[in-house]
């Protein structure tokens, strides 16, 4: 099925059907009596779930393009499982998911078996299709190879998960080190960062807006993401992707969309826009998940950005659709590729001022039970 069209057509049947359900009049009528009292149009709306559903259906496209996004990502899912890739987001939960079984206490004899068998068909097939690739050690594929082979060794007889097991024999094995398992981590030794370093360095990280004109080395802005992929994600998916512009005219162009950056964008050395997909999920469920595990690894970002020298300031990306679009042609993001928010990085300009932004005080901002 070819992807491009197919949330499209949907969207015009959709759209038929609305129409000749309400006419295109209705429709109008509808949205003048909105504008022109909003209150009660607002007030009818919260009445039910599906009530404001109607209101985003035929009054506001507030949420179009999330919901275009989320049925392009749901799409997109299912057919990349039939597709030999880099990455594969059900290998990535379900390997998690095993993960998981293997470190239960206490430890189940069975487990896993409603999803072992499209486990395995999902390594299968990223297997058959790396078969002249080299892998390195540190790859997804070694990972789901190692924990499916620590499972297929402990786990119980049961027709599902025999099945499953003679699938997984059947496969040449890898050249692992079976390292990529559950383990113990060794708390013997003292971490080399203590509460007070980590506050220095939290008090240190502000949002810098002004920097000095002077290119930042690639490498400082790898070991910075590298830190950053260390972040918790849920399942372990990592939905998301940095991409970063460090020539100067690029930079220009992107810093120059979104609307926080006024009056300070043209001094940009560098910015990132953290991009989350909706692929990654089968279930509209799913949908914020791209913007809570991006913004769990920006934060770990920015502050491994702050002990390489450098600084840096998230920016908004509102949902505004003009500015959607511009972004949308400069990075080619598919429907489903939806941007999180900007990161401005950039060796700090020592005459720069930031804000003091007073933080709320632990009374305001924590509950116990
Ligand atoms: C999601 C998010 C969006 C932000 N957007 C902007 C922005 O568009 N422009 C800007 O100058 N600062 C932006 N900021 C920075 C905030 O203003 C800043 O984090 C806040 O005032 C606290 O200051 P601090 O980061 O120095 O602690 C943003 C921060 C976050 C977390």
């Known amino acids: 099925m070819e992807i491009q069209a ?8 959709v759209k038929y059907i609305a129409k000749t359900v309400i006419p295109e009049f209705g429709i109008i009528k509808l949205k003048q009596i909105a504008q022109s009292f909003p209150e009660l149009i607002l007030s009818s709306c919260v009445r039910s779930p599906f009530l404001s559903s109607l209101y985003y259906a035929f009054i506001s496209p507030a949420f179009r393009r999330e919901h275009y996004g989320v049925v392009y990502g749901k799409l997109k899912y299912s057919e990349e499982l039939k597709l030999a890739k880099d990455s594969d987001f059900l290998l990535r939960r379900n390997i998690h998911r ?13 487990f896993a078996r409603d999803y072992i068998d499209e486990t395995v068909n999902s390594y299968k097939n990223a297997l058959l299709a790396k078969q002249n690739v080299v892998l390195s050690t540190d790859s997804e594929l070694h990972w789901a190879y190692d924990v499916l082979k620590q499972y297929f060794s402990i786990v119980g007889s049961e027709p599902t998960i025999d099945e499953a097991r003679k ?3 059947e496969l040449p094995p890898l050249n692992s080190n079976n390292q990529s398992v559950p383990y113990k981590r060794d708390l013997s030794s ?14 240190r990280r502000r949002s810098v807006r002004w920097y000095l004109q002077k290119p930042v080395p690639r490498d400082l802005l790898d070991k910075a993401i590298k830190a950053a992929t260390l972040s918790p994600s849920a399942c372990n998916r990592q939905p998301f992707e940095f991409r970063i512009f460090d020539e100067p005219e690029l930079v220009k162009q992107v810093a120059s969309i979104p609307m926080g950056t006024k009056g ?9 826009v953290v991009v989350g997909k909706l692929r990654a999920y089968f279930s509209e469920r799913d949908r914020h998940v791209i913007y809570i595990d991006a913004s769990l690894a920006s934060m770990s970002l920015m502050y ?30 598919e429907p489903d590729e939806r941007v999180i928010m900007l990161i401005s990085v950039g060796y ?22």
């Open 6 to 13: 197919s949330p499209r057509k949907i969207a015009h049947v």
């Open 98 to 110: 095993l993960e998981k079984g293997l470190l239960m206490r206490p430890f189940r004899d069975i």
């Open 167 to 169: 699938i997984f024999l």
């Open 190 to 203: 003292p971490l080399p960062v203590n509460y007070d370093q980590f506050l220095a360095l939290s008090h």
């Open 264 to 272: 300070f964008n043209h001094n940009f050395p560098a910015i990132i």
């Open 304 to 333: 491994a950005f702050e002990t390489l020298g450098l600084s840096s300031c998230p920016i908004n990306w509102p949902d505004i659709e003009a500015l959607e679009k511009k972004m949308e042609l400069l990075l080619k993001l």
């Open 348 to 369: 700090p300009d020592p005459d720069g001022m930031v804000a003091y932004s007073q933080k709320k005080p632990l009374s305001q901002i924590r509950k116990y039970n």
